[in-house]
């Protein structure tokens, strides 16, 4: 079996036990956090969010690209979210290569351009600090100045405040 069809299974005992119900659509607590895709950081745990309290963009480093604004854009001007949590972490894959490196051997390998920046970065606070500032400069946001940017520590849980 494969790991799609455990988690369809795991989907299914869900939702066989899944209450009608209607939660808020805009986030109540008016909050986006942008973090890494890596599968040990349980944000909404981490942080004591309850479904529907706050909007939750993932990606690779948790780097705020040109579709992560996108995605703020939306959860600003639509989902009505005012506040953003920028998320990185340590032990992050994105500190473990190069941009070119990833580039030659993908390129290598598929013989297909690469049409993008991986963005990985070997300075974790310094990205986190370039990240804020990518929201803070964007014209398309509505809320610029409630950013804040953080480390999460993976081996201790602890949320550090990067200024």
Known sequence: MSAI?????????FAAAYEDRDPPR???????????MDSRLD??????????????I????????????????????????REVMLMHNTECGMLTFRDAELRRRVESETGAEVPFAFQAFSDLEEQVR????????????????????FVYEVRTGRLREVR
Do not use: F, W
Request: hydrophobic letters at 40%; charged letters at 25%.
């Open 5 to 13: 069809d455990d988690v369809l299974a795991n989907n299914a005992a």
């Open 58 to 81: 993932r990606n690779a480093g948790g780097v705020v690209t040109q579709d992560t604004i996108r995605s703020l854009v939306v959860s600003q001007r639509i989902g009505g979210t």
């Open 26 to 36: 805009p986030p109540r607590r008016r909050l986006a956090v942008v973090a890494c």
């Open 130 to 149: 370039r990240s804020v500032a990518r929201i803070r400069e964007s014209p398309l946001l509505v809320h610029r100045d409630a950013v804040r940017g």
């Open 43 to 56: 944000i909404y745990r981490m942080l004591g969010l309850a479904e529907g309290e706050a909007h939750v």
